[in-house]
């Protein structure tokens, strides 16, 4: 079966420029330097990375908000990467995105109602009275009562908010869901509701998602499979549940070994693996692997050539020379 | 019990209807000063509206038997404001000249305020060549004193208070478009522009539903308070003889003609001025209020 959605090489550069008239480019930050994976229909793709390392503008690429530098993105089979006009306004209905600030993707201006029905008028769903129908339907599906359609987004709860971005998300019905760290701007007790959301309307809409976040336990509890990146490419690629029980690059080790245990005991007896601290500069040009500098097995090999994403397993994908323990 | 019962519901009732132009209302009522603001307005707005109901005299006509007669009286009880060289009542002319003013200072802005929001909403929205293009060219409009700007454009235009409106308007639209330009900068990084164009929004419609009504609050205030810029305008165009033209009451106008007079006759230039200063001072106050009241910051 074909993906549904294929990124091929992604590269996203974003260039530091200097002077407003006159510009010149005295460096580039490489945001996305290089990365592939795909999403199957109906599949959840979790993407972990730390802060800065390129996991939002992949996302950011693929629902059309950045211009790739190069690379391609298939969906359905179709190149995607560089639409324009009417074509990437009908893409809107098939790919959407659910963002990470639930305070400021929604406009202070706009009701929840007139927010969740603007991708309906946007793309003429039918009469006010059809488009009001829906949007209370959707209201309903993100567990929003009736009587919050008038109300303004400082009325609600950052759960509440995050609800109705996902309900505009979803308006459409999206094949294939951004959701950029959807639950990292919220309290812990509201996740799990939000989470057990978007579980729900997988299930009930047919979504396939591509999980944002930098939290291993919330991507461990949605995600069919893991990618983890790390400073714009992508290190470790697995299902599930190989990526979580047998880590084999080294950055996957330290990241999971960071995970704390409710056990107290059994925290205070677990080895951790502490990195050295990480690369402030992200334009540099790097010799070799790029986690080398803070990785505890790196060797002359690793400083010399940069290891490929190599398939070691069936459908586990490593870069790294020395995998495993 | 029951009693919290009915308050607590009462009190959520009325979060429910405080909308966000409601709250600004609300700290706008707080601040005394810009209440004194809102009261000279509304009191000017009041007095040009019912000038009909309240000038005791013909603020033009001049009557040739009594001209003498009544010339440059003092204050009285006949004429509060005394009356100038050709006999006429100046509170009259005063309460006439409000019209001129408001609408002068009304219209003027109204005109650098569409100018200036299609500007800086191009020059922020699309940013780059477009944005220096514009911002450059508002800074050779920055360059003309206003009034030598004013006198340039009127020489050209001709006379006559549409073409005072038009030549105020013209050589203030750079700061409104300055103004909106920063304030649409600052929305644009928002998340919400971001989904709106994931779903495929128009640039139109982004600009139009989400960067305007967010990014509007600035201009209202730098308006408000360029109502008493542009009446000011107004009288120096009047005063130097280029505004608006006698016999219409301007206040300007009549500043400029008690010049000869203000040892002899100094109400000639004292209420015209009082006039002005409050007329301006009321729109300061309540542009500075608003100010205020729409900073997001001071959100509760």
Known sequence: ?325 | MEDALVKGEMIEKEVLTSTLWLDVWKRLIRNRLALLGLFLIVLVFLVALLADFIAPYDPIKINSQTMARDSLLSPSFRHLMGTDLLGRDVFSRIVYGARISLVVGLAAVLLMVIIGLFFGAIAGYYGGWLDSLLMRLADVFFAFPYVLGSIALISVLGFGIQNVILAIGILGWPSIARVFRSSVLQVKQSDYIAAARALGASDLRIILRHILPNAIAPVIVYATMSVGGAIIAEAALSFLGIGVQPPTPSWGYMLSESRNYIFTSPWLMIFPGLAILLTVLGFVLLGDGLRDALDPRLKE
């Open chain 1, 1 to 325: 079966m074909e993906p549904l959605l294929k990124v091929v090489d992604l590269v996203k550069h974003f260039p530091i420029e200097r002077g407003t008239i006159f510009k010149r480019q005295s460096g580039v930050v490489k945001a996305v330097d290089g990365v592939s994976f795909d999403i199957k229909e109906g599949e959840t793709l979790g993407l972990v990375g730390e802060s800065g390392c390129g996991k939002t503008t992949i996302g950011r690429c693929i629902v059309g908000l950045e211009r790739p530098t190069s690379g391609q993105i298939f969906f359905n089979n179709s190149d995607i990467t560089f639409l324009r006009g009417k074509e990437f306004r009908r893409l809107r209905k098939e790919i959407q995105i659910i963002f990470q600030d639930p305070y400021s993707s929604l406009n202070p201006r706009m009701t929840a109602g007139e927010i969740i029905s603007e991708p309906l008028i946007i793309h003429k769903f039918g009469s006010d009275q059809k488009v009001k129908e829906k949007v209370l339907d959707l209201m309903e599906s993100v567990g929003l009562k009736r009587e919050h359609y008038s109300r303004y987004p400082h009325e609600f709860s950052g759960g509440q908010r995050q609800r109705i971005g996902i309900a505009r998300a979803i308006a459409l019905n999206p094949r294939l869901v951004v959701c950029d760290e959807p639950t990292s701007a919220l309290d812990v007790s509201i996740q799990a509701q939000v989470l057990n959301l978007l579980v729900e309307l997988k299930e009930k809409f047919k979504l396939s998602y591509l999980f944002i976040s930098h939290d291993l336990s919330v991507v461990r509890y949605l995600s069919e499979r893991v990618a983890v990146m790390y400073l714009g490419k992508l290190v470790e690629l697995a299902e599930n549940e190989k990526l979580y029980s047998q880590p084999l690059h080294p950055y996957t080790q330290a990241l999971l070994s960071a995970v704390p245990v409710p056990d107290p005991n059994k925290e205070r007896k677990r080895k951790r693996v502490v990195l050295k601290s990480g690369l402030s500069d992200y334009s540099g040009v790097f010799s070799g692997c790029r986690f080398q500098p803070r990785c505890w097995k790196a060797k002359d090999i690793c400083q010399q050539k940069e290891p490929d994403l190599e398939e070691i397993e069936a459908n586990h994908f490593v870069r790294c020379y020395f995998p495993g323990n």
